[in-house]
């Protein structure tokens, strides 16, 4: 139930899903005000928030009523948050001049909490209890996973509990978006945009970098001093550069042109390059043990190179798993006799920089279709595409 994306947060304020209003600066007294349940006494920490630190942490001691009120001074729209211990605390939007009010019971700060006053950390509230029952849907997924995964019904269970999740997914991506898009100038929208459920990004790179370019545009003329805008500003510019090599390498493989050359020890440890099995027809595959996609499509490309392995048809594939141990493993159990290779591999850290800056790997799994003299016959070339291919071509 995951993809190969990866994440990019901190910090306190990132731990639940957060998004809030765009802040408008008044001229009145900023203020808190705080009224607990189940309280006397006790102690809060008040502390403000920056993109990669806890900044002016103040203590808050609670009267015998569980009640306290302070003044935040503050030039500007920031985040907090009002802290008990670490598992239970209220994050905060606090826009200059507000007048904010919580009433929450002291136990269960952010299940319990209101907040008037502060249209920020309203949103925000809405933003993290529909998170909490996305996550609580995955929980109750897993608690299925683990009571059927020795079931022998299992196999048949288990696309409609994958298919369950990212409907889920999809749906908690749908209402982000939503708040982003009609927030485009809000500090609260920098956060959604790197929100997570069940430790999956909810927006990523590869499918929605126009929208973190569509943010990042919006919001940095608002905040081009705030932390969080400027961190956005940094990975939009990363993505940008990406972009531009994407299209650089992408340029170079085109049908008809000459695929890249490399050499890489298999996982015998004999040296293979694609030049030495120029003479046959190679199909170049990048793929992982642990993709689901890939492990679904292995079972079909078995059956074609076995058709096509003794006319000219070789298949090269080279694995990108985190661990080469994973794809011993995969693979002792698993027979795919063509030429395995293990991209991280200790003694081919040249080759592995090599592969990812010709071949550009962004997504697995990906294969391409390459003919006797080493040149591209169809790129992203998908099985059922292979399979009339190589009808054309060795029969």
Not at 119 to 133: F, K, M, P, Y
Not at 172 to 191: D, P
Not at 223 to 252: C, D, H, M, Q, W
Request: net charge negative; with cysteine.
């Amino acid at each position: 139930m995951k993809k190969r994306h990866i994440p990019i947060i901190k910090l306190l304020l990132f731990f639940s899903i957060l998004t809030f209003f765009a802040c408008k600066s008044k001229n009145k007294t900023t203020s808190l005000r705080g009224e607990f349940f189940n309280a006397s006494g006790d102690t809060l920490y008040f502390s403000k928030l920056l993109y990669d630190r806890i900044e002016k942490t103040d203590t808050i001691i609670l009267d015998n009523e569980g009640k306290f009120e302070i003044e935040i001074f503050e030039d500007s729209c920031e985040f907090f948050a009002l802290v008990k211990n670490d598992y239970n605390f209220i994050r905060m939007l606090i826009d200059k001049g507000e007048q904010v009010i919580i009433k929450a019971d002291i136990n269960n700060l952010p299940a319990s909490s209101a907040i008037e006053g502060s249209e920020g950390s309203s949103l925000l509230q809405t933003i993290e209890r529909r998170v909490a029952e996305a996550n609580k849907v995955v929980d109750s997924l897993q608690n299925i996973v683990n009571l059927k995964k020795n079931d022998p019904d299992f196999p048949q269970i288990f696309p409609s509990l994958d298919s369950a999740f990212y409907k889920n997914l999809d749906e908690v991506g749908a209402s982000l978006k939503s708040i982003i898009q009609n927030n485009m100038t809000s500090l609260a929208s920098i956060v959604a945009i790197y929100q997570v459920v069940a430790n999956q990004s909810v927006f990523n790179e590869q499918d929605h970098a126009d929208l973190f370019i569509q943010l990042n545009d919006s919001i940095f003329s608002v905040y081009p001093t705030n932390s969080f805008a400027l961190n956005l500003k940094k990975y939009v510019g990363e993505i940008l550069n990406r972009r531009k090599e994407k299209e650089r390498i992408e340029k170079t493989l085109q049908p008809g042109l000459l695929a890249p050359d490399f050499s890489i020890p298999d996982i015998t440890n004999r040296l293979v390059s694609l030049s030495g099995l120029r003479g046959k027809y190679v199909l170049l595959k990048f793929w992982d043990s642990h993709c689901q996609i890939c492990q679904r499509e292995n079972p079909e490309l078995l059956k074609i190179y076995n058709k096509f392995r003794n006319k000219g048809f070789e298949v090269l594939a080279i694995s990108i798993d985190t661990e080469k141990a994973d794809l011993i493993n995969y693979l002792s159990t698993n027979n795919l006799p063509w030429i395995h290779a293990w991209v991280f591999d200790a003694k081919n850290q040249e080759n592995e920089l090599s592969l990812f800056q010709k071949y550009y790997l962004e997504i697995i799994p990906i294969a391409h279709l390459i003919d006797k003299e080493g040149r591209f016959i169809e790129v992203n070339i998908k099985n059922e595409e292979l399979q009339i291919k190589l009808e054309q071509l060795l029969n």
